[in-house]
């Protein structure tokens, strides 16, 4: 298999369990308002015997629907949502696997390959990273979805070993690294299918815009000001201000052809949210 159809199934398969989890939070979401029973995420993973972390990852993959509060993104688990976990076969076994996060080194012992060969196959798109983290040594860590590696390493093994092929050894030679821009896409699809109101959808594609661009799309003052109150946060739990410069260009849209895409939603929300 090739590394752009190995990029296509893997874009395909979390595409469709987007398009899953999107339909059953529209409907937990319904139910939860009716019933208005929900608990912090945080009191959620107490009650079903899970670490907060584990539950923070199966909410970021829409493994665990939720929905919002008074608080803008701070988002609550529905009482019949524990209920359907604790009614699923395996739990909570079966949820961690599906959920759980790994560095590279970590996800390199899960494909059976070198931390550095994973890296590559990253850095060309074979799979995204669904979080970044700051280590004691303030060097970025890239997590994986351990579930993704597993299937792109028995779907694609030609690529686990080996010489890489020649497009993408020109393309790791010409220093592409689409890490950081797959990234922002997955964390702004996720947040925008959080937001309750086209203000907050609008507040997610600004918050991976730079400044001048923002200006220049949102012209009035009073707008960008609320945005700007909006914003969410794309690092959660949010790194200290002194790693700032660390991270600062992960979160910025700076290519072009990017930041055109993130300009076009971000005006499509505007135009609803003016309307409403």
Same mark, same amino acid.
């Given at each position: ?73 701070? /988002? ?46 990253? /850095? ?45 050894? /020109? ?93 076009? /939603? ?11």
């Amino acid at each position: 298999m090739s590394a752009s159809h190995a990029t296509t199934a893997t874009t395909t398969m979390t595409t469709a369990t987007t398009a899953q989890t999107a339909a059953h939070q529209v409907a937990t979401t319904a139910t939860a308002r009716r019933q208005g029973e929900s608990v912090a995420v945080r009191r959620a993973a107490q009650e079903l015997g899970l670490r907060p972390a584990e539950l923070d990852a199966a909410v970021r993959l829409g493994q665990v629907v939720t929905v919002g509060s008074r608080i803008p993104w701070r /988002r609550q688990v529905p009482r019949s949502e524990l209920d359907r976990l604790r009614s699923d076969d395996g739990f909570p076994a079966a949820l961690r696997e599906r959920s759980l996060l790994v560095n590279a080194t970590a996800g390199a012992r899960l494909m059976g390959i070198a931390p550095g060969r994973l890296a590559r196959l990253a /850095r060309c798109g074979c799979f995204s990273p669904v979080d970044v983290r700051l280590n004691r040594h303030r060097v970025i860590v890239w997590r994986y979805v351990a579930a993704e590696l597993k299937t792109f390493a028995r779907e694609s093994p030609a690529l686990l070993s080996g010489p890489v092929p020649d497009e993408m050894r /020109r393309a790791l030679a010409a220093g592409r690294d689409v890490r950081p821009r797959r990234w922002r896409h997955r964390r702004t699809a996720q947040l925008v299918r959080q937001a309750t109101t086209a203000w907050q959808r609008a507040a997610a594609f600004a918050a991976v815009l730079e400044p001048p661009t923002l200006a220049f799309d949102v012209p009035d003052p009073g707008e960008r000001a609320l945005l700007c109150r909006l914003r969410p946060p794309l690092i959660d739990p949010p790194l200290a201000a002194e790693h700032a410069d660390v991270v600062g260009a992960l979160l910025t849209a700076s290519d072009p052809e990017e930041a055109r895409a993130y300009r076009t /939603r971000l005006r499509a929300a505007l135009a609803e949210a003016r309307e409403g």
